[in-house]
């Protein structure tokens, strides 16, 4: 006879259509029940619509056969939110304050690296007025979904993600919003999202401390922060701010991450620094956290950029950057609610 195991072993063979991840790494399996040569599976629909949660209807259906003395599977769905279904182990912010230091750059980068290394990653873009990750990652699929919420576009690599730029009808198009609409907006990336099983959400923040990082900071459970600066002395002064912010609002700074710390000239065998010597180490002092990568500008990685395929770009900081916050232990936040579902300190 069958057993729940080797159920879930056949579900998590079962795709989301439209996502190459599994019911069971989206995190839609609720209930499972064998009783004689019948296996009843009660599945979430979260953002699920009608015509997937027929097509996973029949393909959930058809499973019988590969499973021991069963003649029938039933599959039902019960109507939750993917808030009640979501379950990310680690939530990281990518702040600065400074505008244009390479925020977004530096969250496509630590995504890249953790998927890398095999975990399972998602980026919420935070940037309502001025997202860019879509681009950087040639991303312009809309997202599917229902009444309830949204489907991630998935990455040539299998990272999750989620910005407004993917909703809009033109990607040109300017988002003309107030900060309690924008709030509204990201915790609406947060809790109507099918994230699914996620070893690592990286959120992507806009330059300021005012609304948007207010809101990431006050309503997520981040529980940590990787600082982004460079080495003009406006933008440490400006990410001095956001440190700042990060302390007030209790927040576990990761590290700090320099980008565009010199430019590497081949054909001379030299490092040129062009917006002055590194100030990495005194940010790093600041922020009360070690300098965890320096990035170079690199006219390679402009170009990956502009063409859609960050993905494709490796180098050794960026490998060393992955591994850092792998190895970082991180703490579920303090004052965060115990989840309603399980019970546990996690991120329902
Ligand atoms: N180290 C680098 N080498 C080459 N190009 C870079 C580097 N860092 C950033 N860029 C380029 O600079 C641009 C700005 O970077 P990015 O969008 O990451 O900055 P940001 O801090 O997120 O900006 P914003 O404040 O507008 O959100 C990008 O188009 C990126 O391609
Ligand atoms: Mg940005």
Known sequence: MTTKEAVMASLNTIAVPGIPRSVVEMNLVRDIAIN???VDVKLAAAAINKDTQDALKSQIEQMWGRLDGVTSIGVTFEEIGPIEVNNI???IA?????GGVGKSLVSGLTAI????QGFSVGILDADITGPSIPKMFGLNKIPEGSDNGFLPVISKTGIEVMS????????????IWRGPVI?????????EVLWGQLDYLIIDLPPGTADAPLTVLQRLPVAGI????????????IVKKAVSMAKLMNKTIIGVVENMSY??????????ELFGSSKGQEMARAAGAPLIAQIPIDPELARLCDQGDIESYSSQDIERLGKFIAKTELNFPEGSLECKSCGNKCSH
């Open 226 to 237: 990787i600082i982004v600066s460079s080495p003009q002395d406006l933008a440490t002064m």
């Open 89 to 91: 182990t680690n939530v």
């Open 263 to 272: 430019l590497y000239v081949r054909e001379i065998d030299k490092k040129i």
């Open 164 to 175: 407004l730029n993917l909703l809009l009808p033109d990607e040109n198009e300017a988002v």
């Open 113 to 116: 690296a953790l998927r890398r």
């Open 183 to 191: 709030g509204k907006a990201i915790a609406q990336f947060w809790e």
């Open 36 to 38: 004689d040569h019948r």
């Open 94 to 98: 990518i702040m600065s304050g400074k």
